[in-house]
């Protein structure tokens, strides 16, 4: 199942760390994706603080 990185979003399948981030906490409760192709170009990037290219969640639940 795919799960979500809590520190920078970004969607990971079997990885324990978070590639991007070094991350190591991530959760599975998350709604919304969006595939940032190019993070210069999106306003989803800018939004949300992204800087390099991936699937990230966009609404991860806290609780
Ligand atoms: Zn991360």
Redesign the pocket.
């Known amino acids: 199942m795919s799960k979500a ?6 969607i990971i399948e079997t990885e324990s760390v ?6 190591t906490e991530f959760t599975e409760r998350f709604n919304s994706t969006a595939q940032i192709f190019d993070p210069t170009k999106s306003e989803i990037a800018a939004k949300l603080g992204i800087k390099a290219p991936g699937r990230y969640a966009i609404k991860i639940k806290e609780k």
Do not use: A, E, F, I
């Not at 990185?5 to 970004?10: D, T």
């Not at 978070?18 to 991350?23: E, F, R, S, T």
């Open positions: 990185c809590k520190s920078c979003r970004l978070c590639p991007l981030c070094q991350g």
